[in-house]
Structure formats: C-alpha cells, structure tokens
C-alpha cells in the first residue's frame, strides 16, 4: 500500500481508495538511502513490543526528504510511524 495524498482519488485496476484512521504512533526518523531502513523498522519494533505498546494498524511512513526531492540519498529523512497504545491523555 503507498499513501499518496491527493484531492481527488482515483479508482481504476487495481487502486483504490482509502482512509488512513488516525492513530497514536512511535515514530522513529531513518537518516538516509532505504537500503538499510529494515535496521530501523526493527530497532522501532523491538522497542514497541518489549514495551508491550503495539495494537492492530498499518505502519506509516513519511518521507520528509527523498528521491522527489533530491538525488543525494544521504539527505533522505524518512519517519517510521508504528501504531500504538495511547500512553497518556493530551
């Protein structure tokens, strides 16, 4: 599943619409190219779970830089969001 933000969403084939339902979220930042972005996935996910945090949602991610933006894959910022438990009122 890719999130794409758009006005309009498209149906056609295979895409289809969707809403991502609000959630509370871990984040983690992952500096630079995506071939190693597993390393922060499981650094994420070993946190989460070894603090019993994890509930039943898709895992975002955001990309604050990237290839969109620029060529230099060492530039990349992307965040890593894992769905969980709300630990506090806000």
Known sequence: M????V???P??????PF???????????HHGPHDDIDVSYGQL?????????AVAGPVRETYLIG???????ASW???IGWPVFRTSAT
Request: glycine share 6%; aromatic share 4%; hydrophobic share 35%.
């Open 2 to 5: 890719v999130y794409v933000p």
């Open 7 to 9: 006005a309009s969403p």
């Open 11 to 16: 149906s056609s084939g295979r895409v289809r």
């Open 19 to 29: 809403t991502v339902p609000a959630a509370e979220l871990a984040i983690s930042a």
């Open 45 to 53: 996910g070993t946190y989460v779970a070894e603090h019993a945090l």
């Open 67 to 73: 290839p969109r933006d620029t060529g230099d894959a």
């Open 77 to 79: 910022r992307t965040e």
